[in-house]
């Protein structure tokens, strides 16, 4: 079974991966507008799981988990509106910020959360993250609130509207 930290790390090396073929890939502008559908819904996935089941065990776990969390989930805030105001291929600032974001994650939280917490719950939230990708929304909502409930919601309105505009959300799309 795959714990959180391994959920969240593959998250990181696919939308790492996806970055770097934006930066220097193929020029053409049907596959490079493809590509950043799919690095949006990627981000928004991985911002979900981690606001969802991250954040909530660094409040329960470390002794400044609140302050951890809380600047975690600006940068995710931040992020979010950088994407909704997205309105070509230029994700540069977007980039810039989430591998800012990854690093400190996988430098210092990451070790931290997997020191102070049991395997098994690890492993059951890591099982709860990837359940909550499947129906997290594959779009910005900066003024949604990150609840389950809104998540879930946002997630099937999105799906729906991926659906009719046949908008990649996944790399297997691409």
Do not use: W
Not at 37 to 59: G, K, M, N
Not at 79 to 102: G, K, M, N, S
Not at 143 to 172: E, F, I, Q, W, Y
Request: proline share 6%.
């Amino acid at each position: 079974m795959t714990d959180l930290i391994e959920v969240l790390v593959t998250d990181h090396r696919r939308i790492e991966s996806l970055f770097t073929e934006l930066e220097t890939g193929d020029s053409d502008p049907a596959h490079r507008r493809d590509l950043v559908d799919v690095i949006v819904a990627e981000v928004v996935r991985h911002a979900v799981a981690e606001e969802l089941y991250l954040y909530p065990a660094v409040r329960d776990l470390l002794p400044d988990g609140d302050a951890l969390a809380d600047r975690g989930l600006r940068q995710h805030a931040d992020v979010e509106r950088a994407l909704d105001a997205v309105q070509d291929t230029d994700l540069t600032a977007v980039i810039v910020a989430v591998r800012a974001h990854v690093d400190e994650q996988e430098r210092d939280l990451f070790p931290r959360v997997r020191h102070a917490c049991p395997p098994d719950r690890l492993a059951d939230l890591g099982s709860r993250a990837e359940a909550a990708k499947r129906i997290a929304p594959t779009r910005p909502h900066p003024h949604v609130p990150g609840t389950r409930l809104g998540a879930a919601g946002s997630g099937l309105v999105d799906r729906v509207r991926d659906a009719l505009a046949n908008r990649p959300t996944k790399v297997s799309d691409l």
